[in-house]
């Protein structure tokens, strides 16, 4: 039974991580976090609401500097998500083509809605950061595959042999971005008719909207995710990794409406978001493992992995405690491991949704340890939190440490009797 199901989970898992448009957003994703990252930080120092501090920002120009940064890096999320999921999934795809990410930002930008002023036609913001990212990662995966078909029926100018690389790849992109091109402009036409006005609009009305009550800013949601991202990784496989992928960018763009509402000094509109899971979820859990080991465990092995693993710990990486405890194939730790983490963010959840602590800004801190990406988050009643929620966890995964480590130190003395004899 347990290896039929494994199989049946593997098998499901191994099929979504081998489909190419998922691996496209999982490597672009992930390159687009520094500048997330940067604009976090830009955003939090920009917001610190202290009086001669935001005189200092003013008199000095330094506030406007920094809203900038905000500007060139969170407020075009939804750029950066279009040119860096096509340029990665035409890599996976195999396309020569080294100009896909740029036409990807042109047609993106042709698509985006624009406000016509006394001096012309202008961009806004909003739809270039947080609420176009469903739309950017949508039109990524569009405009490569678009683009692969125009290239496989050989569409395209072709110049004499001998011909330099960048002038072929410069010609040999025209005319596959002016069908793209083409077809966006149709579709920017089309929308004008329609009660949404432009496709950005629409999808964020119909898509995006739903998507981030149904998925990012739901709790029950999140923990469901958490609980099937732990199962999996029971079985060895990595499940964050997985449920990250696709629920990350909806996450990201909570973050990103939380960084600007804190830089506005304006209300922040979410609880959820990335910042809040990491904080609350990866940032506690292992440091509790680690912890409770330490703490309860008396077989050698389990006090050695133990230590080894402490201080890596609390930067966020899990492999010394799922694969070196073992937490993998174990059923006796496999379920605190699955169920407290959730247990915890929701117990975060409520008490930050009754105001009893402060919301996270947004800041993305990956790999920061807690207390200190709490105090980055806004305030140190999210440290205070962090650290009672550290206790709690320990307490609860001490039975189930103690009860693994007694089957250890059991073990332990079956060898030690048979080297004995």
Same mark, same amino acid.
């Given at each position: 039974?347990?290896?039929?199901? &494994? ?6 898992? /191994? ?5 190419? %448009? ?63 999921? /096509? ?74 042999? #001998? ?16 069908? &793209? ?29 739903? &998507? ?23 079985? #060895? ?15 990201? #763009? ?42 309860? /465990? ?13 201080? /890596? ?13 073992? *937490? ?46 709490? *105090? ?20 609860? %995964? ?10 250890? &130190? ?12």
């Amino acid at each position: 039974m347990k290896d039929t199901l &494994l199989n049946k989970i593997s098998n499901f898992t /191994a099929k979504l991580t081998q489909l190419k %448009w998922i691996q496209g957003i999982s490597r672009g994703g992930m390159q687009v976090m520094p500048f997330i990252m940067v604009g976090s930080f830009a955003s939090l120092f920009a917001g610190l609401q202290f009086e001669s501090y935001q005189s200092f920002l003013t008199s000095t120009g330094l506030g406007t500097a920094l809203q900038w940064v905000t500007n060139c890096t969170t407020n075009i999320m939804g750029i950066l998500f279009v040119y860096f999921i /096509a340029k990665s999934y035409a890599e996976i795809l195999n396309l020569e083509e080294k100009n896909i990410g740029i036409i990807s930002i042109a047609i993106y930008l042709i698509l985006c809605p624009s406000v016509m002023t006394e001096t012309g036609s202008l961009l806004s913001f909003d739809y270039l950061g947080s609420k176009g990212v469903i739309m950017g990662i949508i039109l990524a995966i569009v405009v490569v595959r678009i683009y692969q078909y125009i290239l496989s029926k050989n569409v395209k100018i072709k110049l004499p042999e #001998g011909t330099p690389e960048y002038v072929s790849n410069s010609f040999g992109a025209i005319i596959p971005f002016i069908i &793209l091109a083409i077809i966006a402009l149709i579709i920017r036409m089309v929308f004008i008719y329609t009660p949404y006005n432009t496709i950005f609009e629409s999808f964020y009305a119909l898509l995006q909207i739903p &998507l981030n009550a149904i998925v990012g800013e739901n709790i029950f949601s999140q923990l469901v995710l958490n609980v099937v991202a732990q199962y999996l990784w029971v079985f #060895g496989i990595h499940g964050s990794s997985i449920i990250d992928t696709l629920r990350g960018p909806i996450m990201f #763009g909570l973050d990103g409406a939380q960084q600007a509402a804190y830089a506005a000094n304006l209300p922040l509109p979410n609880i959820m978001g990335m910042a809040f899971s990491y904080m609350y979820y990866t940032a506690i859990m292992y440091p509790a493992v680690a912890i409770a080991v330490c703490c309860f /465990a008396k077989s050698k092995r389990m006090k050695m992995v133990g230590k080894m693993a402490l201080p /890596a710990s609390f930067f966020g990486i899990s492999e010394p405690l799922v694969f070196g405890l073992p *937490i993998v194939f174990n059923p006796i730790l496999a379920i605190p491991f699955i169920f407290i983490p959730s247990i915890v963010m929701g117990i975060a959840y409520l008490i930050t949704s009754l105001g009893l602590v402060a919301t996270p800004i947004g800041v993305q801190v990956f790999n920061i340890p807690l207390a200190i990406n709490g *105090i980055l988050n806004g305030s140190w009643t999210i440290a205070i939190l962090q650290i009672l929620l550290l206790i709690l966890s320990v307490i609860m %995964w001490m039975p189930f440490i103690k009860f693994a480590d007694k089957k250890a &130190l059991e073990e332990e003395k079956i060898g030690e009797l048979k080297s004995h004899e």
